[in-house]
């Protein structure tokens, strides 16, 4: 990992400054200079004892490929060649099991379970070379000037930018500073994270639990590992967090129901408060929100560091073409581009993750029923099935060029595993 900054170099004015070095900055920062603008990335090295994994679907694993991280990570990745659902709620009537395999859509894998702390390593290392790295504590101070932003980080260094991108987590300095108001709440749920072994092959599916007071979900690791999303109640967590090693396994093998035999051992747990969070408008006045400066939502069908993938890569397309042709790459027209680019991708993840969120909530028969009836329409209609799938996945028209397939097309995901699932397990 490059831990040295980069001196900041005679002409310290950029095209675009990326603030926050967390998974979406640095994708940002590479996607901005894979795009040929030039790029400084502000902030601190991502933390190495966050012990959560992100499965990462088709559309971000080609983005890695193409910013040619892939090689580096495809050895501490599993792909996930199915997703099951099963209703462990103590309802009156169960919903029925589904499972997804990504065959349906002609993928060999939906996507990959990825370390975080292995994501922003390898991403980190990418950076050698093709952009400006400063490892600040933090930016400190943002001043707008004639043709753009003037940045002071907390050691006084300055850096100017026309553009900058706003990666620097939930609660946002460079979002205050452009008064971009927010949506947000809270959900009376935390996720209690860490990883597993087990005696039983996983077979790449997986598997989530719908319980009375949110998903348990895990997720296949390479060899007899997965990951675990417990989202309880925050009591329930911390109580879960507390707990001794078999104690804990044991409690979380009754809520697996035998499913991957033997468990033990496992990683220190973390625990995260679920909130759910939506900016007003994702860009305003030369500082576009990318990741969760821009959208916070509950672990559910993992959706948030894909949509911030997306965000960053959208971003760099938009700025990219917009300086081609000769623009000032902050203006407004810009900056209003990039509000429309990502407003119905972003809102209709934050609400329908929401959504899916509440019903599993529900103590209600009637919304109990809808669920289930939906679940039903989705395990007997195929096309219906499909288009869900290949939506929960973001294969979706507006999908920025760096984020398709190099060699296949929209359709089909690159799959640089090809055949890494059998024997790994
Ligand atoms: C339990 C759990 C499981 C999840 N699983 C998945 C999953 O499977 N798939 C998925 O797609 N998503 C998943 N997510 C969501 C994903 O983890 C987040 O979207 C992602 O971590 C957010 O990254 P970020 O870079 O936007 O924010 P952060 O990781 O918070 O990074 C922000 C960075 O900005 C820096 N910073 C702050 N202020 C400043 C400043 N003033 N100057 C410079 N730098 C600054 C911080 O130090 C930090 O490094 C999950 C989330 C949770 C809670």
Same mark, same amino acid.
């Given at each position: ?111 990959? !379970?990825?370390? !975080? ?96 007071t949110g998903p348990l979900t895990v997720v296949p690791m390479p060899g007899r590992r997965s ?57 305003? !006045? ?51 581009? $990039? ?24 103590? $209600?028969?009637?919304? !109990? ?17 499909? $288009? ?38």
């Amino acid at each position: 990992m490059a831990q040295e900054s980069r001196q900041i170099p005679d002409r310290c004015r950029f095209d675009v400054a990326v603030v926050g070095a967390g998974p979406s900055g640095l994708v940002a920062a590479l996607c901005g200079a894979e795009m040929g603008l030039s790029t400084v990335l502000v902030g601190p090295f991502a933390s190495r004892k966050d012990t959560r994994t992100a499965a990462l679907m088709a559309p971000a694993v080609n983005l890695l490929q193409r910013l040619g991280a892939w090689e580096a990570l495809a050895t501490g990745v599993a792909p996930l060649k199915a997703i099951r659902l099963v209703d462990s709620k103590q309802a009156l009537l169960r919903a029925p099991e589904i499972t997804f395999l990504a065959q349906e859509i002609d993928l060999d894998a939906f996507g990959y !379970n990825i370390a !975080n702390a292995l994501l922003t390593e390898v991403l980190e290392r990418q950076t050698a070379g093709r952009l400006t790295r400063i490892a600040s504590a933090g930016v400190s101070g943002i001043e707008h000037i004639a043709d753009g932003i003037r940045l002071t980080t907390s050691e006084g260094e300055m850096i100017e930018a026309s553009l900058v991108a706003a990666a620097d987590g939930r609660h946002s300095k460079m979002r205050d500073a452009v008064a971009i108001a927010l949506s947000s709440w809270s959900y009376d749920q935390a996720a209690l994270v860490t990883t597993f072994r087990h005696s039983r092959d996983h077979s790449f599916v997986s598997t989530e639990f719908h319980c009375q007071t949110g998903p348990l979900t895990v997720v296949p690791m390479p060899g007899r590992r997965s990951s675990l999303v417990w989202v309880e109640t925050p009591d329930n967590a911390a109580r879960l967090a507390k707990l001794g090693d078999t104690a804990f396994l044991g409690e979380l093998a009754d809520h697996i129901q035998g499913l991957l035999g033997v468990l033990g051992p496992s990683s220190p747990r973390q625990v995260f408060r679920l909130q759910g969070q939506t900016a007003k408008t994702f860009a305003r !006045n030369r500082v576009a929100l990318i990741g969760e400066a821009g959208h916070v939502m509950p672990p559910i069908g993992a959706q948030g560091l894909n949509l911030s993938f997306r965000d960053g890569a959208a971003l760099a397309e938009i700025a990219a073409t917009a300086r081609a042709q000769g623009e000032d790459i902050g203006s407004t027209a810009v900056m209003e581009r $990039y509000d429309t680019a990502r407003r119905p991708d972003v809102t209709s993840r934050v609400w329908g993750v929401d959504l899916l969120n509440r019903s599993l909530l529900s103590p $209600y028969l009637p919304v !109990n029923l809808l669920r289930g009836a939906g679940l039903f329409a989705l395990s007997v209609s195929g096309p219906l099935r499909r $288009y869900l799938m290949r939506e929960g996945i973001g294969l979706t028209e507006a999908l920025p060029l760096i984020m398709r397939s190099v060699d296949a097309g929209l359709d089909k995901a690159i799959s640089p595993l090809d055949g890494l699932g059998s024997g790994r397990a």
